[in-house]
C-alpha cells in the first residue's frame, strides 16, 4: 500500500524489511578480522564436555578413515612425492599429503593406545602404509608408531 507521501508501509500481519549491515568500502579483512577478534571473550572457565573412551575410539577411526580416503584420492590422482615439482599444485598436495601422514599417524596411537585396540586398527594401519608407499613416502612408512602396535 502507498501512503500519500508515495512510500510504501508494510501490509499488515507482515515482518519489518530486513536491514544489512553496511560495510565501509575501506575496510579491509586485517580490519574486519581485528574487530571481530576485539570482541571475542576466551574464557578457561568452561570445561570442555568430556567423552567417553567409546567416542574418542569411534572419532579417531573416522578421521582415520577420512585421511585413508584423501590418500587414495590423492594416490587416484596420480600425485607422488618423488615426482618434486616446483609447481604450486605438487607443493600443496605435498603438503596436504605429510598433514594426513602425521593425523593418520596421530589417530593410529591414539587407537591403539586405547583399552581394546582391535585387528580393524591394525587392518587400518596397514592400508595407510600401503597408501603412503603408493605416494612414495617411504619415510612416513619407516617410522615406528606407523607399525610397531607397542609404540603406543
Known sequence: MSSRNGATKPKSGTSKPRTTAKTSKSANPDELADALASKLKISSRSKAPTQSP??????????????????????????????????????????????????????LKL???TDSPTMDVERAALSVAGKLVALDMVRGVKRREMFDSHAA
Do not use: C, V
Not at 77 to 83: F, I, L, N, T, V
Not at 99 to 104: Q, R
Open 54 to 107: 567409546k567416542d574418542i575410539k569411534a572419532e579417531a577411526m573416522r578421521a582415520l578413515n577420512s585421511a585413508m580416503q584423501s590418500l587414495g584420492d590423492l594416490a587416484r590422482a596420480g600425485w607422488k612425492k618423488s615426482a618434486q615439482e616446483s609447481s604450486p599444485t605438487w607443493r600443496t598436495r605435498h603438503a596436504e599429503a605429510n598433514t594426513l601422514a602425521s593425523t593418520s599417524r596421530e589417530n
Open 111 to 113: 587407537l591403539r593406545g
